[in-house]
């Protein structure tokens, strides 16, 4: 099982980043995709999560309205589009699969929001 995400990095305050997480040793469509994150000295916070169908989303409200979480069954990737960011989304953000029986992650990607 892998989880592998890109797409972090050094971005200014109002700017933008695409978060992609390609998964692979499991049936894809039958997970739950979850974006965490966790900021220095904080708890980890789920960030978005989208069903296996990819039905309607869900938010923290702290990222809600900014943040787009997307899925590509066929690619096996999911998606995290971050607009609008905010030095307060600095953080490791790390994809998260999970189902009934199994819970499998990332191993995370740095975003940096910082003037």
């Known amino acids: 099982v892998r989880l592998v995400e890109s797409g972090g990095g050094l971005v200014q305050p109002g700017g933008s980043l695409n978060l992609s997480c390609v998964v692979s040793?499991?049936?894809?469509?039958?997970?739950?995709m979850n974006w965490y994150r966790r900021a220095p000295g904080k708890e980890r916070e789920l960030a978005a999560r989208?069903?296996?169908?990819?039905?309607?989303?869900n938010y923290a409200d702290s990222v809600k309205g900014r943040f787009t979480i997307s899925r590509d069954n066929a690619k096996n990737t999911v998606y995290l589009q971050m607009n609008s960011l905010k030095p307060e989304d600095t953080a490791v953000y790390y994809c998260?699969?999970?189902?009934?029986?199994?819970?499998?992650w990332g191993q995370g990607t740095q975003v940096t929001v910082s003037s």
């Open positions: 998260n699969a999970n189902n009934w029986q199994y819970d499998y």
């Open positions: 989208i069903s296996g169908a990819g039905g309607i989303p």
């Open positions: 040793g499991f049936t894809f469509s039958r997970y739950v």
